[in-house]
C-alpha cells in the first residue's frame, strides 16, 4: 500500500475564450518552427483549421496539416498519420479535435521520436523517453486529453479499444477555448459531456491512494484517489450537472460551453493521475466491437457501474447525488447513494445517451466476450472501489443490456 500520492499535469494550461490567438507567440516562446497539425475533415469545412493556422503562421510558424483523422482512428489511420508527417520533420505536432484526434497526435509524436509501431507502446510505461512536444487544442468537452497521459486508438483486427500511458504523453501546452466548442453538434456534446462525468465520477469513486494494492517499487500508471483529485472531481461534477444539458440544448450559449470545456479539463487532470476504472475497462472491448463512441459508452455504462460499487462507496455517491443537485436531506445514506445512480439515469436521458446497450447493436451472446476481456485490464481492476470477478461483470452487462 502507497503511502504518498503524486500529481501530474500538462506543462503549460492556457484557458479561456479566445486564447487560441495566443498560440503564435507560445509557438515562438518553445522554439516551435515547424507544426503538423492532426485533425480531421469535418473540423477542416468548418474553418476551425483555419483559425488555428493563423496566429500560428502570422508568428512565422511553418504549418502543415493532415486531416485524415476521424472517431477511435485505428491502427491504418496511425500509419497514414506517420507516412504524411515524416518527410516535414516537425518540432512539434498539434492535436485539434477531440480526444481521437489529440490521441493521434499523441501516438504520431511517439513514432517521430522513437520509431517502431504503435504495438511497441501499449499499455503502461512502454514510451522509452521524451517524445516530440505535444500541442492539445479541444473542440470538445469531454476526454480530458489535453492534460492527460493517455492515446486510446482501435485495434480493429482484435475488436478492441488499446491504450498507450506514459507520463511523457502530457502535453506540452493546452490551449483550451471555449469558443472553439460552440459548432460541437449536440449529439457529440452530450457524447463527450457525459464522458467528462465519467471521468469525473470514477476519479472520485476510485480506491484510495493509501488502499491502493501496488507493488511500490514499481511506477504505476494512478495513484488512486486523494484530496487533490477529489477537489478536481467535485468541481467537474458540479459543473456537468449544472451546465451539460444547456449545452446540448443551446449550443449557442458560450457560458455553458465555457463550464463544460472547465469540467472536461479538471476531470482530465482528475482521472489521469488516481485512475479510471470499472467503466473504461468495459467500454474498451464494446466500443471496438459495435463501434459506439468512447463517450457514449462511458456514459451508458456509467450508472449501472456506480449501482455495483455503491456498498462500497455510499458516502461518496450520496455527495455525487447533492452536486448533481439531488436533495438528500431526509434520505437515509443507502437512499442518498442511490439517488446519485438515479440522477445519472435522468441526465442520461435528458441528453438523449441511450440507456441500454442493445441501442448500439450489443447482443447477449457477445457479453461473456467482453466481460473476459475486460477482467484482464488489471490496471483498471485495481483502481475500483469495489474489486469484481469476471461473473461481476457479466452481471453488470447483462443489467445494462
Not at 29 to 35: A, L, M, R, S, T
Not at 167 to 172: A, D, G, W
Not at 324 to 351: C, F, M, R, W, Y
Request: proline share 6%; net charge negative; hydrophobic share 40%.
Amino acid at each position: 500500500m502507497p503511502d504518498a500520492w503524486n500529481f501530474y499535469s500538462a506543462g503549460q494550461l492556457m484557458f479561456g475564450r479566445k486564447s487560441i490567438a495566443q498560440l503564435g507567440r507560445c509557438a515562438v516562446e518553445n522554439g516551435w518552427q515547424k507544426i503538423v497539425i492532426v485533425t480531421d475533415p469535418i473540423l477542416a469545412s468548418l474553418g476551425l483549421v483555419d483559425r488555428v493556422k493563423a496566429p500560428l503562421e502570422a508568428a512565422g510558424v511553418t504549418v502543415h496539416v493532415f486531416d485524415g483523422s476521424c472517431a477511435e482512428p485505428s491502427l491504418e489511420v496511425v500509419a497514414n498519420c506517420e507516412a504524411f508527417a515524416q518527410p516535414h520533420q516537425p518540432d512539434a505536432v498539434l492535436g485539434l479535435g477531440g480526444g481521437s484526434n489529440i490521441d493521434l497526435a499523441k501516438m504520431l509524436a511517439i513514432l517521430l521520436t522513437h520509431g517502431g509501431q504503435p504495438s511497441d507502446y501499449f499499455s503502461w510505461n512502454q514510451v522509452p523517453g521524451p517524445v516530440l512536444p505535444i500541442i492539445a487544442v479541444p473542440t470538445t468537452s469531454g476526454t480530458g486529453s489535453e492534460v492527460s497521459q493517455s492515446s486510446v486508438l482501435t485495434d480493429i483486427e482484435n475488436q478492441m479499444k488499446v491504450s498507450t500511458l506514459s507520463q511523457y504523453l502530457r502535453p506540452r501546452l493546452a490551449v483550451v477555448d471555449p469558443e472553439l466548442t460552440v459548432s460541437c453538434p449536440p449529439q457529440v456534446t452530450a457524447d463527450s459531456g457525459i464522458d467528462a462525468l465519467t471521468h469525473a465520477v470514477e476519479a472520485y469513486l476510485a480506491t484510495d491512494y493509501n488502499q491502493l494494492e501496488v507493488n511500490g517499487n514499481e511506477s504505476q500508471p494512478y495513484s488512486g484517489s486523494n484530496p487533490l483529485t477529489d477537489t478536481l472531481a467535485e468541481k467537474a461534477i458540479r459543473l456537468v450537472g449544472g451546465h451539460l444539458r444547456t449545452a446540448v440544448a443551446s449550443g449557442e450559449d458560450i457560458n455553458a460551453r465555457e463550464q463544460m470545456a472547465l469540467a472536461a479539463t479538471l476531470a482530465g487532470l482528475a482521472f489521469s493521475n488516481c485512475g479510471v476504472a470499472v467503466v473504461h475497462a468495459l467500454e474498451y472491448p464494446i466500443g471496438g466491437a459495435v463501434h459506439c463512441s468512447h463517450g457514449a459508452g462511458n456514459g451508458l455504462l456509467l450508472p449501472y457501474v456506480m449501482q455495483f460499487n455503491l456498498p462500497v462507496r455510499k458516502e461518496k455517491l450520496a455527495n455525487i447525488a447533492g452536486w448533481l443537485g439531488v436533495s438528500t436531506e431526509n434520505l437515509t445514506p443507502v437512499e442518498a447513494a442511490q439517488a446519485a445512480v438515479d440522477a445519472v439515469h435522468q441526465l442520461k436521458k435528458d441528453i438523449g445517451i441511450p440507456e441500454k446497450l442493445r441501442a448500439f447493436g450489443t447482443t447477449a451472446e457477445m457479453l461473456p466476450g467482453f466481460a473476459a476481456k475486460s477482467i484482464t485490464i488489471s490496471r483498471l481492476m485495481l483502481t475500483n472501489p469495489r474489486k469484481p470477478s469476471e461473473a461481476d461483470l457479466l452481471q453488470i452487462l447483462q443489467e445494462a443490456l
